[in-house]
């Protein structure tokens, strides 16, 4: 069972940055699909940005254009999300996904992650 841990969130002022890594325990999921997903108060989730199994294919959402930057480390064991220009809006909770069943492209839609992690919280003061 694929574990998913993830890091990297806090406070930040308008403008600023941070960087979210996600990790695993357990077995490795450097051949899965990855995305990135946030759920605001009161919001429903949306992916934020997903990944394929080698990095050679993305997806972003359109208000994360340009300002975020989805990847995957050398080992591909790890995910992260550079977050850049962050806006009071981009505050939610961030949860990284699996998807085993994808060796080849991108996985856009929630319902096909099957290994969630519980979530970093990122905070953007105005």
């Known amino acids: 069972q694929v574990q998913l841990v993830e890091s990297g969130g806090g406070l930040v002022q308008a403008g600023g940055s941070l960087r979210l890594s996600c990790g695993e325990s357990?077995?490795?999921?450097?051949?899965?699909?990855m995305g990135w997903f946030r759920r605001a108060p009161g919001k429903e989730r949306e992916i934020v940005a997903a990944i394929n199994w080698n990095g050679g294919s993305t997806y972003y959402a359109d208000f994360v254009k340009g300002r975020f930057t989805i990847s995957r480390g050398n080992a591909k064991n790890t995910v992260y999300l550079q977050m850049n220009s962050l806006e009071p809006e981009d505050t939610a909770t961030y949860f990284c996904a699996a998807d085993p069943s994808n060796r080849r492209d991108v996985t856009m839609e929630a319902r096909y992650y099957t290994n969630w992690g519980q979530g970093t919280q990122v905070t953007v003061s105005s």
């Open positions: 357990g077995r490795t999921f450097s051949g899965y699909a």
